[in-house]
Each structure stands twice: as structure tokens, then as C-alpha cells.
């Protein structure tokens, strides 16, 4: 529905985690879940420490493209740091959206370093009944 499928994924993510810090032109991704819930997708991104002026969402066509950035915390010159841990640099996440899925009634709320993007089900892609008309008398063939 959202994403296609890639087994190395998982790998390459924590591969990427260890080994480096995000930049503009080589982002780090971000850990995510999706799922339906009622008659939308929601999709929920870790980004803890992240302020929401850092975070960049854009849809075109059907691929959605959430990129943030966390920066250091700016420190007085007597700090002498003993140990960081925190990932910093550049954070994104490309999703392909089901044509099915209302693109335009996107909606973001970001509490306690969670991202939620709800996007709800186009009403062209819901079930629908369909009347079937017609004239309902039978008519004879003669011949």
C-alpha cells in the first residue's frame, strides 16, 4: 500500500545509523510506522529533538518526501562533552502513496517527537453501491 517491499531495508537503516550522520546530499532515514485506521493511512516517524521548523514534508504526484534536520545544542565555550550518542545531521523518508489515497487532505501533527501524517482514502477509491436502472418489465420476443 505505502512502501514496496525491500528485505535489506532494516539492514541498511541500522547499517546507516552506526555508521554516519545525515547531510543535504546523503540523508540518514528515520524509523517509521504505517498502518489504516478507519478510513485513513497513518504514518508515524520518530523525530525526538527535532523542532518543527526543521521539518520539511512535500507531496508530488504520489511520492511523499518528509526530511528534517537536528542540529546540535548550542553549548558555552567551558562545556567539555564526555559522551554523544544522539544521531545529528539530516533526517528523510520518501513514501509512494497508493493512487487510491486523498493526496491533497494531508494532514501533520507533531507531538513529543513523533511526526503523524494522516492521509485519508480518496472517496472515488471507497466502496460504493451502484443502482442498476433500466426499464424493469419484460418484454416478449415475437418473431
Known amino acids: 500500500m505505502l512502501m514496496r517491499t525491500d528485505p535489506f531495508r532494516e539492514l541498511d537503516r541500522l547499517a546507516q545509523q552506526l555508521t554516519s550522520t545525515g547531510t543535504w546530499t546523503r540523508p540518514s532515514t528515520m524509523a517509521m510506522d504505517a498502518y489504516r485506521e478507519g478510513d485513513e493511512y497513518v504514518v508515524a516517524l520518530d523525530l525526538p529533538g527535532v523542532s518543527t521548523e526543521a521539518i520539511d514534508i512535500d507531496v508530488e504526484r504520489n511520492?511523499?518526501?518528509?526530511k528534517a534536520?537536528?542540529?546540535p545544542v548550542a553549548k558555552a565555550d567551558d562545556v567539555q562533552m564526555e559522551l554523544s550518542e544522539r544521531p545529528l545531521g539530516v533526517f528523510s523518508r520518501q513514501i509512494v502513496l497508493a493512487d487510491t489515497l486523498d493526496t491533497e487532505r494531508i494532514a501533520a501533527d507533531y507531538d513529543a517527537g513523533v511526526l503523524t501524517l494522516?492521509?485519508?482514502?480518496?472517496e472515488r477509491a471507497k466502496p460504493r453501491?451502484?443502482?442498476i436502472g433500466g426499464d424493469s418489465s419484460h418484454k416478449q420476443i415475437s418473431g
Request: net charge positive; charged share 35%; aromatic share 0%.
Open 69 to 71: 534536520e537536528r542540529r
Open 129 to 131: 453501491k451502484i443502482v
Open 118 to 122: 494522516r492521509i485519508p482514502i480518496a
Open 63 to 66: 511520492m511523499l518526501t518528509v
